[in-house]
C-alpha cells in the first residue's frame, strides 16, 4: 500500500466512498513487479455531486491481470471482505486472464472504509499525512497462504478466467502497524521502536524476537516481503509448516506477517554547474533521488538553471565532507563529478573514493582520467580505492547531447545498484529477466 497511499490520499477523507487496495503478497517465476507493489480501486467515485465511473492507481503487472485485479476489489468493496488471488499463466487462449510472463502472483485483496474507524485506516492516514519521501514501515498480519477459507469461493466468473485453483481465500485477522520517519539515514527503526509495534500483532510474546529480526532486516533493506514467525518462537523447518499447520492442530500455524517499507530516498550529489549537471540532476529526480548540485562559482550555480535540485554553493570536497561527517550519505548515495578541474576534482574524488559510497563516477577523456588518476595516487589512494572509480563515466550507448549522456550516467548507476546486472543488451542474454522473487510462505521455515 505503500506505493499508493500518497496518490489516494484524498479517498481517506471521512465520507468517502470506499475502495479497495490489491497488493502482491508472493510471486513466482518472471514476474514485473515485486512483492509490496499495490493497486488501488474506487468503485463509482462521487465528485461535485455526481457519480463518476470507477478510478484506479497503481498496476500490478504490464496489462495481463489489471482487468481481474480490478473485479477482484470491486468485490471486496462490495462485501466488505479482504481477500486472496493468486494469479499464474494461462494458454487457454489470448483473452484469458494470466501472466504472460509465465510467473505467478498472490494479491491481498483488502477493503478500506473511510466511515468505519479502524487500524487500517488509522495506519494509513498516518502515512498519507507525512511527507511523500519520509521513511515508513506498514506491517499487517494475514492469514498463512495455506489457510482455510472462511466460506466458499464465489463461482468462476469471466474475471476469474485464469486465476489458480482453491484462491479467493479470506483474510481471517486483521491487525496493523505502522511508523513513519526513523532516526538514521533510510529511517532504520531500532529495535524497541519495532518490538512496540509488533507486540499487538502476535499471539505471544515469545515470537517477538524473530519478528523483529525478519522485520527489522526488511526495514533496513528497504524491501517488503511476507515474513512467517513460529507462534511460541521456537524455529521449525519449512516442512513443519504443511498444509495440517492449522489454529487448533497439534502443530500450529505460523504468524504471517505483510511487510512494506520505504526508504528515504537516496541522494545523487553532482559537481559541476553546466549543462551536463541540469540534464543529469533533471533526470536522476525522475528516478527518485534527491539530488543536490554542488559548485564553487555562484555566478554558474543559479538554482534557476537546476529545478530539480537543492543548489548549494561551496567547494564539493568541503560540502561532501560536512555532509558525511553529519551522516546524511550512505551505501546508496552517488556522486557524479562532471567538471575538468583538478583543483576540483581531485580532493572531491579522493574524499568520495574512501567513503562508503554506493557509486562514484566522473567525467574525463582517456587522456584526462589517467592524469587523475595519477594525481589520486600521489594523494596515497590505493589501487582498491582506485578501482571504485566509474570513469569516463557512464556505458558506452553512443551518447552526446547533455542528455544522452544523463541516460548513459544513469543507467551505470542504476547498475552498480542492481548485483549481477551486466550493462550488455537484455536481447543478448539468456535466463530470468527480474530478480528472484521471494519464495511462497509455505516453502519458507519459521523463525
Given at each position: 500500500m505503500l506505493d499508493v497511499v500518497h496518490r489516494t490520499a484524498a479517498w481517506l477523507a471521512p465520507g468517502s466512498p470506499p475502495f479497495a487496495v490489491a497488493t502482491i503478497v508472493a510471486a513466482g517465476g518472471s514476474v514485473p513487479r515485486p512483492v509490496g507493489t499495490s493497486m488501488a480501486v474506487r468503485s463509482g467515485a462521487v465528485r461535485s455531486g455526481a457519480v463518476h465511473g470507477d478510478e484506479v492507481v497503481g498496476s500490478l503487472s504490464g496489462g495481463c491481470v489489471e482487468a481481474a485485479v480490478h473485479a477482484a476489489c470491486v468485490e471486496a468493496v462490495r462485501t466488505g471482505r479482504p481477500h486472496r488471488e493468486s494469479f499464474g499463466w494461462s494458454a487457454q487462449d489470448a483473452f484469458a486472464v494470466g501472466l504472460t510472463c509465465g510467473g505467478t502472483i498472490d494479491v491481498l485483496v483488502q477493503p478500506v472504509d473511510p466511515s468505519s474507524p479502524g487500524h487500517l485506516l488509522g495506519a494509513l492516514r498516518r502515512l498519507a499525512a507525512a511527507p511523500e519521501d519520509a521513511p515508513a514501515l506498514l506491517v499487517r498480519r494475514v492469514a498463512p497462504d495455506d489457510a482455510s477459507d472462511d466460506v466458499p469461493p464465489p463461482p468462476?466468473?469471466?474475471?476469474?478466467?485464469?486465476?489458480?485453483?482453491?484462491?479467493?481465500?479470506?483474510?481471517?485477522?486483521?491487525?496493523?502497524?505502522?511508523?513513519?520517519?526513523?532516526?538514521?539515514?533510510?529511517?532504520?527503526?531500532?529495535?524497541?521502536?519495532?518490538?512496540?509495534?509488533?507486540?499487538?500483532?502476535?499471539?505471544?510474546?515469545?515470537?517477538?524476537?524473530?519478528?523483529?529480526?525478519?522485520?527489522?532486516?526488511?526495514?533496513?533493506?528497504?524491501?517488503?516481503?511476507?515474513?512467517?514467525?513460529?507462534?511460541?518462537?521456537?524455529?521449525?523447518?519449512?516442512?513443519?509448516?504443511?498444509?495440517?499447520?492449522?489454529?487448533?492442530?497439534?502443530?500450529?500455524?505460523?504468524?504471517?506477517?505483510?511487510?512494506?517499507?520505504?526508504?528515504?530516498?537516496?541522494?545523487?550529489?553532482?559537481?559541476?554547474?553546466?549543462?551536463?549537471?541540469?540534464?543529469?540532476?533533471?533526470?536522476?529526480?525522475?528516478?527518485?533521488?534527491?539530488?543536490?548540485?554542488?559548485?564553487?562559482?555562484?555566478?554558474?550555480?543559479?538554482?534557476?538553471?537546476?529545478?530539480?535540485?537543492?543548489?548549494?554553493?561551496?567547494?564539493?570536497?568541503?560540502?561532501?565532507?560536512?555532509?558525511?561527517?553529519?551522516?546524511?550519505?550512505?551505501?546508496?548515495?552517488?556522486?557524479?563529478?562532471?567538471?575538468?578541474?583538478?583543483?576540483?576534482?581531485?580532493?572531491?574524488?579522493?574524499?568520495?573514493?574512501?567513503?562508503?559510497?554506493?557509486?562514484?563516477?566522473?567525467?574525463?577523456?582517456?587522456?584526462?582520467?589517467?592524469?587523475?588518476?595519477?594525481?589520486?595516487?600521489?594523494?596515497?589512494?590505493?589501487?582498491?580505492?582506485?578501482?571504485?572509480?566509474?570513469?569516463?563515466?557512464?556505458?558506452?550507448?553512443?551518447?552526446?547531447?547533455?542528455?544522452?549522456?544523463?541516460?548513459?550516467?544513469?543507467?551505470?548507476?542504476?547498475?552498480?545498484?542492481r548485483p549481477g546486472a551486466t550493462g550488455v543488451p537484455l536481447s543478448g542474454l539468456d535466463g530470468p529477466l527480474h530478480p528472484a522473487p521471494q519464495p511462497k510462505e509455505s516453502d519458507r521455515p519459521w523463525t
Open positions: 468462476p466468473s469471466a474475471s476469474s478466467v485464469g486465476r489458480k485453483p482453491g484462491t479467493g481465500r479470506l483474510m481471517t485477522r486483521s491487525a496493523v502497524g505502522a511508523a513513519v520517519g526513523g532516526s538514521a539515514v533510510g529511517g532504520v527503526l531500532d529495535a524497541g521502536t519495532l518490538a512496540a509495534l509488533l507486540r499487538p500483532l502476535l499471539d505471544d510474546e515469545r515470537s517477538l524476537p524473530g519478528a523483529v529480526a525478519q522485520v527489522g532486516a526488511l526495514a533496513r533493506a528497504g524491501a517488503s516481503g511476507v515474513v512467517r514467525v513460529a507462534p511460541d518462537g521456537a524455529p521449525r523447518p519449512a516442512q513443519c509448516a504443511g498444509p495440517d499447520a492449522r489454529p487448533g492442530s497439534a502443530e500450529r500455524a505460523p504468524v504471517t506477517l505483510l511487510v512494506e517499507t520505504r526508504l528515504a530516498p537516496p541522494r545523487m550529489i553532482v559537481c559541476g554547474a553546466n549543462d551536463h549537471g541540469a540534464a543529469l540532476t533533471a533526470a536522476a529526480r525522475l528516478l527518485g533521488y534527491r539530488v543536490t548540485l554542488v559548485d564553487a562559482r555562484p555566478l554558474f550555480a543559479d538554482p534557476r538553471r537546476f529545478p530539480a535540485a537543492d543548489v548549494v554553493v561551496d567547494w564539493p570536497d568541503r560540502y561532501l565532507a560536512a555532509e558525511v561527517a553529519a551522516g546524511r550519505t550512505d551505501a546508496r548515495t552517488a556522486v557524479a563529478v562532471l567538471t575538468h578541474d583538478a583543483k576540483v576534482d581531485v580532493p572531491l574524488l579522493a574524499l568520495a573514493l574512501r567513503t562508503d559510497l554506493g557509486y562514484v563516477g566522473a567525467m574525463a577523456s582517456r587522456r584526462a582520467h589517467a592524469e587523475r588518476v595519477a594525481a589520486l595516487r600521489e594523494e596515497g589512494l590505493t589501487d582498491a580505492d582506485l578501482a571504485r572509480l566509474r570513469s569516463p563515466i557512464g556505458l558506452d550507448v553512443g551518447a552526446v547531447t547533455p542528455a544522452e549522456i544523463a541516460v548513459s550516467v544513469l543507467a551505470e548507476v542504476v547498475a552498480a545498484a
